[in-house]
């Protein structure tokens, strides 16, 4: 079974500049998951959907990130204008009807 | 509030030595409970689960965790670690659909 996939793994960009991270979830897993780990610190939720409807997204800085999951499937994150304090690793995470949640290897975003 | 406490930020260990790791939770619903591990520069490992049924579980790699409902605990054990444990490793709780890290617990094995 393929896992949870993510693209790019490292990108570098200037702040001010503006950066996209696409996620492909386990196939049939409805609920995805985005989220934020900053070095030293523990994953942070930034946004939660099932299928393509927003569950919670109460700690996205929506000045600034979006997000979105057309058609259920494929998510894409965005952040723009990006400031230095964004470089961190962006995970995408999926559900099982079991409750068991799978992560993806990351990608790792360095804002300079 | 909901929320996940791993009481050590980092365990030194010899190889071969047993391995406690600290694991509490804050919460007055039931939750479903993991550990994670994550090598570095890589994403996050499921080791092992508790969503109901026997309190003590076993995951990958030799791992084991025990439930402890009175005490709000999950903490993570292995009898024998090897140099290859080298890791962090978080817990996590879900709080209803919302998975809630712990700040993590960097585990080095030293020969």
């Known amino acids: 079974e393929a896992g949870v996939a993510q693209s790019p793994r490292y990108k570098i960009i200037e702040k001010r500049q503006s950066v996209a991270f696409w996620c492909n979830p386990i196939?049939?897993?409805?609920?995805l998951y985005w989220y934020q780990q900053i070095l030293g610190q523990g994953p942070k939720l930034l946004i939660q959907f099932q299928n393509n409807g927003v569950v919670d997204d109460s700690q996205l800085p929506k000045d600034r990130f979006s997000a979105e999951r057309l058609k259920g499937v494929d998510s894409t994150l965005k952040i723009q204008p990006a400031k230095l304090e964004d470089s961190a690793v962006y995970l995408c995470?999926?559900?099982?009807?079991?409750?068991?949640?799978?992560f993806g290897e990351g990608s790792w975003l360095t804002v300079v | 509030a909901q929320s996940v406490t791993q009481l050590d930020s980092q365990v030194p260990v010899f190889e071969e030595a047993p391995v406690e790791l600290r694991c509490n939770y804050s919460?007055?619903?039931?939750?479903?409970l993991f550990w994670y591990v994550q090598y570095p520069n890589q994403g996050l490992q499921l080791l092992l689960k508790y969503l109901s049924g026997s309190t003590l579980v076993k995951g990958i790699n030799g791992f084991e965790a025990e439930f402890n409902k009175s005490q709000t605990s999950f903490h993570l054990r292995k009898p024998s670690v090897h140099i290859s444990d080298t890791a962090e490793y978080f817990c996590?709780?879900?709080?209803?659909?919302?998975?809630?890290f712990g700040e993590g617990t960097q585990l080095t094995v030293n020969p």
């Open positions: 196939s049939g897993h409805a609920t």
């Open positions: 995470a999926s559900r099982t009807v079991r409750n068991t949640i799978y």
């Open positions: 919460s007055s619903v039931s939750v479903y």
């Open positions: 996590a709780a879900d709080f209803g659909s919302r998975l809630t």
